[in-house]
């Protein structure tokens, strides 16, 4: 009979337990089922417009317009040096003094040969117009005459010889002083002071080369040939020269040179750019990013490049809608550049975007805008 009421007991336990079971259960999921999901941080911006640069990009070289090996044209030992290793240096400047003395001796005997023969000249032509005068007389013979006029003839044939001598001993002389042939910068001294030269050595002083202006050769696909041509005949193209992996403008110059052929090796177009090079960026040798701007997109709908992602169907971005959801719309992308993607078609000016945290949405996710310091990537 115990053990009958023990049985009683626990079956009245039981369905109390289900029955409580059975009321509360539904309620709860029902209150899960009606709370939102918890709304993903991201950082958003907004599709702006821009002028945005049409542009092409290639490696580039900078090279000089000139470089000159100063070299000697009078032999002798070097008693001046007037520069710096590295100075810049104008047109005409003194570089080297070559010791002038054997020089100057060499100038003045010139000069003292054709004073002499000058002299020479002048008592023989006397001579000749005496013996015009008494040749009709019979004072003095036809033979004597001509042979006089002979003798004055080569006197002033020595004259000339003498007056080539002495304008060659000046320029040995203007020589012995070198000076820069260019404007320019100074390489390392090849001569040092005391140095003694000869002309047929073919010794290098220094080398000067020309900085100011200055090329960068580039090449780009001949496939933008024709822009850049059509561009080109309209006005001068402009060139930047980037540095630091194509992040820091080290300056602006024009197209000067189209090749007038495309490499069909390579299926490229040789190019080249000027620049004033005032500030001296550019440096021989350096190796640059071209690039040459070939048009703009006015007032072009351009949103931070990250903002852009990849699809199996193409481009697109997350937008964001008034009640914070987002919505995944394609995307016609027509450029990313310098931090920016310029938006062809699919997005308007002024409409919000998802920057960061697009990784973790979906369509319709529900989203929460963080200042973009506080959003990490992805």
């Known amino acids: 009979m115990r053990m009958v009421r023990i049985a009683a007991g626990a079956a009245v336990i039981v369905g109390i337990g289900a029955a409580g079971w059975a009321m509360f259960t539904p309620r709860t999921e029902k209150a899960m089922a009606a709370a939102p999901a918890p709304a993903i941080p991201v950082t958003a911006g907004t599709a702006a417009a821009q002028n945005v640069p049409i542009y092409a990009e290639g490696l580039g070289s900078v090279e000089t317009l000139n470089t000159v090996s100063v070299k000697s044209r009078v032999d002798g030992q070097i008693l001046r040096v007037f520069f710096t ?18 020089f100057q001796v060499a100038l003045d005997k010139a000069q003292a040969t054709l004073q002499k023969d000058t002299a020479q000249l002048q008592g023989a032509d006397r001579d000749l117009q005496r013996y015009s005068k008494l040749v009709g007389s019979g004072f003095q013979t036809r033979q004597s ?66 900085l100011k202006p200055i090329y960068v050769a580039f090449n780009l ?19 930047e020269a980037f540095g630091d992996s194509g992040k820091t403008l080290l300056a602006k110059g024009t197209l000067s040179f189209i090749d007038n052929h495309i490499d069909a090796t390579t299926g490229t177009i040789a190019l080249k750019a000027i620049f004033a090079n005032a500030d001296e960026r550019l440096w021989p040798g350096e190796f640059v990013s071209a690039r040459l701007i070939l048009g703009e997109r006015p007032d072009a709908v351009t949103v931070p490049a990250q903002t852009v992602m990849t699809g199996p169907d193409g481009f697109y971005v997350y937008v964001i809608r008034a009640d914070d959801t987002v919505l995944r719309r394609p995307v016609k992308l027509l450029a990313r550049q310098d931090g920016l993607a310029v938006i062809g078609q699919g ?16 369509n319709n996710a529900r989203v929460r805008i963080e200042p973009a310091e506080r959003q990490t990537a992805g």
């Not at 003839?153 to 002083?177: F, H, M, P, R, W």
């Not at 997005?347 to 979906?362: D, I, M, S, T």
Request: proline share 4%.
């Open 85 to 102: 290793q590295g100075q810049e240096v104008q047109q005409g400047d003194k570089l080297f003094l070559i010791d002038p003395r054997p």
């Open 145 to 210: 005459y001509e042979d006089q006029q002979s003798t004055v003839a080569q006197l002033q044939g020595t004259i000339k010889a003498d007056e080539a001598a002495v304008e060659a001993a000046k320029l040995d002389l203007g020589y012995t002083l070198v000076r820069a042939p260019i404007a320019g910068r100074t390489g390392a001294l090849q001569e040092n002071l005391g140095s003694y030269l000869q002309p047929n050595g073919g010794t290098t002083l220094v080398t000067i080369t020309q």
């Open 221 to 239: 696909p001949g496939s933008q040939l024709d822009a850049i041509r059509q561009g080109q005949a309209q006005h001068k193209l402009v060139v």
């Open 347 to 362: 997005l308007k000016l002024g409409e919000k975007v998802v920057v960061q945290g697009q990784y973790r949405l979906a």
